[in-house]
């Protein structure tokens, strides 16, 4: 599978902590992020990550043509919903298109969590479905 990893300033703590706790998941995937926020998970864990742009400077849009080309599985997406980010169209284009292709998108620890725990179980035959019918 085919996992971004995005998180805002005040998230990259939360998503380099949730890294380290799911390392033994995400070594068996692809992995993907913007800039800074791979560098971070990189930096402390044995993880390989593709890293693109930071967010504000065209990470989210590399992401997103990735969702438009079909080429991405699984978006975490770990938002400060309490600070105003200067890129919001771009984060907003990046949830839209998450939407439109049927992407799983967690935006917080807790959904994050869930969708980790469906891929450990293996269960991923709803994607092939999603696929086939695009």
């Not at 996992?3 to 033994?24: G, M, P, Q």
Request: aromatic share 6%; charged share 25%.
């Amino acid at each position: 599978m085919n996992i971004a990893l995005v998180a805002h300033d005040k998230k990259k703590k939360d998503i380099v902590n949730f890294s380290i706790a799911y390392e033994r998941i995400f070594e068996k995937h692809n992995l993907f992020a913007t800039g800074t926020t791979g560098t971070r998970i990189q930096e402390a864990t044995n993880l390989t990550i593709h890293r693109f742009n930071s967010g504000p400077l065209g990470g989210d849009q590399q992401i997103g043509a990735m969702i438009a080309e079909n080429k991405m599985d699984i978006v975490i997406f770990l938002r400060d919903p309490l600070t105003a980010q200067p890129h919001e169209p771009d984060i907003l284009a990046l949830m839209r298109l998450c939407d439109v292709h049927n992407i799983p998108l967690a935006t917080n620890i807790g959904g994050a969590e869930l969708l980790l725990k469906g891929l450990e179980r293996g269960d991923l035959s709803w994607r092939k479905v999603i696929r086939q019918s695009d």
